[in-house]
């Protein structure tokens, strides 16, 4: 099982791993090393767990600390968790650390602590979920609804739906709706003017399944702003979605990955080329290098095009595209004028 991606220089080049379940030989060498350059680390074996990992090292706790509290990048809110769970971390501070945490999602570790650990009470826990400003605090506060010893209130989940901020709301007010929590009303009406997250891909749950009209669903598409809906406006051609109505969708999203959508069409519904291409050179979200490369690749878009849309393009993965183009294809983008 590879470790949790929390990344912490040390010197110039190496970088170290947050420790998950299952213990990590080479990360508990180097994070011991980095702690304390003195200290014996011959004895670390595979055979240890995370527990005796800290029974033999709990003297550098203080210094465990200040890792996770100067963490940049990843979510040392998880590596806490597991810290607390397995090594007997300080509780105190971490309840302060899950409280304060800037990065990751702090609201999913303050569940599992809630969960796996004594000491973690649901009043500490909402007011997490509460005070979060990153994360998703509407699926940690899902996640502990369904914990039948808390008896958490269905009202309460469904504030928290309400008044959240970031997350994905709507696809846990859709599987509330689908473990009959929630009626469909409500379901359908805050789904619709969600402004976060993907709704539209709830929307398109709700239509094939039956509980919406192709006339509702191809409104409340139409609206939505967030999310990737091109990429359902594609999905829905299979269900009989007028082919003209699924195009305005693409070539209007401002948001998601319209480019690989109108690759999409092309190579499976054999829409014009010019208008996937069009499309691809416009963008400005998604990935277009992608979705170039594949309608190069796939749909014979052409090698002068490929090479004008790899130099034009200003976002997606440009570096890999241009080794492939290069590797596959002896194309070498950078040296077009």
């Keep these: 099982m590879k470790?949790?991606?929390?990344?912490?220089?040390?010197?110039?080049?190496?970088?170290?791993?947050?420790?998950?379940?299952?213990?990590?030989?080479?990360?508990?060498?180097?994070?011991i090393k980095y702690l304390d350059p003195l200290a014996d680390i011959s004895m670390i074996n595979n055979g240890w767990c995370w527990k005796k990992f800290g029974e033999q090292?709990?003297?550098?706790?203080?210094?465990?600390?200040?890792?996770f509290e100067q963490?940049?990048?990843?979510?040392?809110?998880?590596?806490?968790?597991?810290?607390?769970?397995?090594?007997?971390?300080?509780?105190?501070?971490?309840?302060?650390?899950?409280n304060n945490c800037k990065i990751g999602d702090p609201c999913y570790s303050a569940y599992l602590l809630l969960y796996h650990c004594d000491n973690f009470d649901i009043k500490w826990f909402k007011k997490v979920i509460k005070n979060s400003k990153i994360g998703?605090?509407?699926?940690?506060?899902y996640a502990a609804y369904n914990l039948s010893n808390l008896k958490l209130d269905i009202?309460?989940?469904?504030?928290?739906?309400?008044?959240?901020?970031?997350?994905?709301?709507?696809?846990?007010?859709?599987?509330?709706?689908?473990?009959?929590?929630?009626?469909i009303d409500w379901t359908i009406d805050f789904i619709s003017n969600c402004k976060i997250g993907d709704p539209a891909n709830e929307i398109y749950q709700l239509f094939i399944n039956g509980n919406l009209n192709q006339k509702k669903m191809k409104k409340i598409i139409k609206k939505i702003?967030?999310?990737?809906?091109?990429?359902?406006?594609?999905?829905?051609?299979?269900?009989?979605?007028?082919?003209?109505?699924?195009?305005?969708?693409?070539?209007?999203?401002?948001?998601?990955?319209?480019?690989?959508?109108?690759y999409l069409m092309v190579r499976n519904y054999n829409l014009d080329i010019d208008w996937a291409k069009k499309i691809i050179e416009n963008s400005k979200t998604g990935d277009p290098a992608v979705a170039a490369y594949q309608l190069f690749v796939f749909c014979d878009a052409g090698v002068d095009w490929i090479q004008k849309i790899i130099n034009k393009c200003k976002i997606g993965n440009l570096e890999y595209i241009k080794r492939l183009l290069i590797k596959r294809h002896n194309i070498n983008v950078s040296e077009i004028k």
Excluded at 24 to 31: I, R
Excluded at 136 to 141: F, H, K, L, W
Excluded at 230 to 255: D, F, H, R
């Design 71 to 98: 963490a940049k990048e990843g979510d040392p809110s998880y590596a806490v968790y597991n810290l607390v769970r397995d090594c007997n971390l300080n509780k105190k501070w971490a309840r302060k650390f899950i």
């Design 3 to 31: 470790c949790l991606k929390l990344y912490k220089k040390i010197g110039d080049k190496i970088m170290l791993k947050c420790p998950k379940k299952r213990f990590d030989c080479e990360f508990g060498k180097k994070l």
């Design 155 to 183: 009202h309460w989940l469904k504030q928290i739906i309400i008044n959240s901020k970031i997350g994905n709301p709507s696809i846990v007010t859709y599987s509330l709706y689908n473990n009959e929590k929630i009626d």
């Design 225 to 262: 702003h967030v999310g990737n809906p091109a990429y359902i406006a594609y999905c829905l051609v299979k269900y009989g979605v007028n082919m003209k109505w699924v195009k305005k969708i693409i070539e209007n999203s401002k948001t998601g990955d319209p480019s690989e959508s109108a």
């Design 136 to 141: 998703d605090p509407v699926y940690a506060a």
């Design 57 to 67: 090292f709990g003297y550098l706790e203080p210094k465990v600390i200040e890792y």
